[in-house]
């Protein structure tokens, strides 16, 4: 008689997908201070054929719930959840609208959506509401976190970094970038403003707003986006010192088991400041890329691609960190696989 | 707090990582049954062969080599209209089609192989009578080694207790294929006149559909074990390793409670699961749920349900018109122009559509994607009948209308 395990078959990340997140319902978080223009953006995309059939999530902060009120009208579905910041008590409001939207859609008390856009309230730290895609079993099973777009304020974006660290992390952590109010900013400041965040930030790509609303596809699926989810610019020199971008490639494929001990000893060491980590991982007998997502010290499931997108197949992990710097992380990797015996 | 707000009506059709390339109508004869397979002609045209799900046509030729634009090569007539040719399978240039009659008694009943290697003239070969007393024929066929017909059928010599129980498994060999010789059967036992066994324990009113054969999936990776839906008997795997003996190991039956009508039962060898489906009959919701189930099979003697796959809302589709529930899966056709998965399952529900199912997990079966199309022109009942899928090597998916819609042919996106 077999072990219970035979019954999960011989792969060890389950079904090959056809691209990450596949199968599940893709969820788009919209970040940005208030007033940036969040839910302009958004109710311009559900307005577009493409933006049919997408739930979206508003996170009412403060007692009015004025973008709920702007959204209620575009939209084909709209979930509030109170409480205020959707970062920190309302975390659990959060999971709880996503699980009910996944059970209301199975029983047709909503229609069968594709898609949901969360609207963050503008004072949102992303960290923790990426790493609850990580947490919850439920949600998981659901729902894959397709981006995080971070909406800038063109015009105030300067007088905002000054005032608010919480900027800046929106703006590290974005997967798209996208300026709101270019065509009444200054152009100088425009230009200076896409050089900060472009440092700030050199993996995720900068989209004018005013180009989204005509086509939103951007800010549902960075698939329409040219660049490759993962490219990166050569390395550029941050900006702000609190935190830095790099990236690490490897041509040899890992042992699984070698790749996630040096993850844990990352994690373990200084989780608190991985803000992120994503990529691909060429994984010894796997014939696609393993997907891989942390957010500080959590990891999302990893995923196995049938195939490699594009190029030859090597892991390249990109880094978004607390200051930790490109050399002290390849020089853990370069530890832990000369100890395994498998340095290059 | 959460609330919802805002839900217009929605129209009936519904696509989740499904992508529709195209739609064949089948020249106004798109009431398909479930018989899909796929030729690899001498020229290299690839032809989908489709059975009809009712007079007058019998089966159709549908040249799928750019699945964009699928073009008729070849659409047959019945000789009688009280007869159907539900099921169909090729296996090389020969095609084994099923005639099933209205009625016990009529003719012609039987099986009929065809020469496709000319597939704009298929070109009969052989007809083996099933017709008798109390047969209707044969329902359903699995041919895919070029030997042996695996059938649930009737036969001249088979007097049923019940005329529900009718239709039993059949072995027939096909190598001379101008000769198709029986070689082996079995039976529910009790279910044949002159049988010592006691006659089955009838489902109660209403709830009787019969104890009889479905379908006789035999695979290379076991050529020596039949996996037989038996419709109200549940479904049983037979020890084949005689084919004039063929002897039941297991039988998993889960009606009552349940409504019968166990339909298909295909092996995931590699994982020792068992994926069983369960047909929906009756319109309305009036027998849901019908169920895709997953079953333990390490131990093959005592297969165990550990879940069921999430099955469409009885509250949206059951007042839609027809159908809801489970009925066929792509079956891994041991044939090179089948695709292969044992972590996706692609099952139909009629007016719930093609449903795509992420086994991975197979005590968490998670719904990957639908394609549920708006109710065809024409359609009967007002809602689509999704009746059967197969999908090729190349991943393209086909999937029919019971009644009119033709053929669907999709990709996936998952």
Redesign the interface.
Known sequence: ??D?A??????PF??????PG???IPVTVVTGFLGAGKTTLIRAALAHPSGARTAVIVNEFGEAGIDDVLL?TS?????????GCICCAAKT?LH??LR??AA?R???????F?RVVVETSGVSEPGPLIQSFATDRTVA??YALEGLVTVVDAVLAARTREMAPTFTEQVVLADRILLSKTDIAAPGVVADLRLHLAALNPEAPILDAAEMRADPTALFSGRALKRAPFHCDAPTAPADSLYDTFSLEFDAPFDWPVFTRIMDTLTGLRGDDLLRVKGFVQVSGCPGPVVVHYVQHLSAPPEELTAWPEGTPRTRLVFITRGLGRARIAAVFAAVLALAGLAP | ????????A?GQG?T??FKLIAQHEMGGFGGMGEGMSIQIAKDGRRILWLAHESAPKNFTGLDVTDPKNPKIVVQTDLPVAHMRSNSLEVSGDIMAVAYQTQKQGMQPAGMELFDISVPENPRSISFMDASGPTSRGVHQLWFCDGEYVHMAAGAPDFAARNPKDDQFYRIIDVKNPSKPTEVGRWWLPGTREGDTDAPPVRHEAGKDFGFRAHNTNVYPQRPDRCYLGYLDAGMIIMDISDKTAPKPICRWDNSPPYWGFTHTVLPLF????LVVTDESVLDGGADWPKLIWIL?A??EAHPVP?STC?TP?R??YAGRGGRVGAHNLHENVPLPTSWFS???ILGTFFNGGLR?F?I???Y?P?E???FVPPAPRLSPVGAVQINDVFVDERGIVYTVDRHTGGVYILE???
């Open positions: 008689m077999r219970p035979a019954l999960f078959g011989s792969r389950g079904r090959a997908l056809s691209r596949a199968g599940r209620r939209s084909e579905q709209v979930a509030l959840i109170g409480n409001d709880r609208a009910n939207l209301e199975e029983t047709g008390l909503v229609p069968p594709d099973t659901h | 707090m959460l609330t919802t707000q805002d839900r217009p929605e519904s989740r990582n590699d994982r020792d699961l333990d390490r131990d550990i999430p809302s509250d949206v044992d972590q996706v795509a992420d991975s997990n197979p968490q998670v990957i994607g639908h996936m996106d998952f």
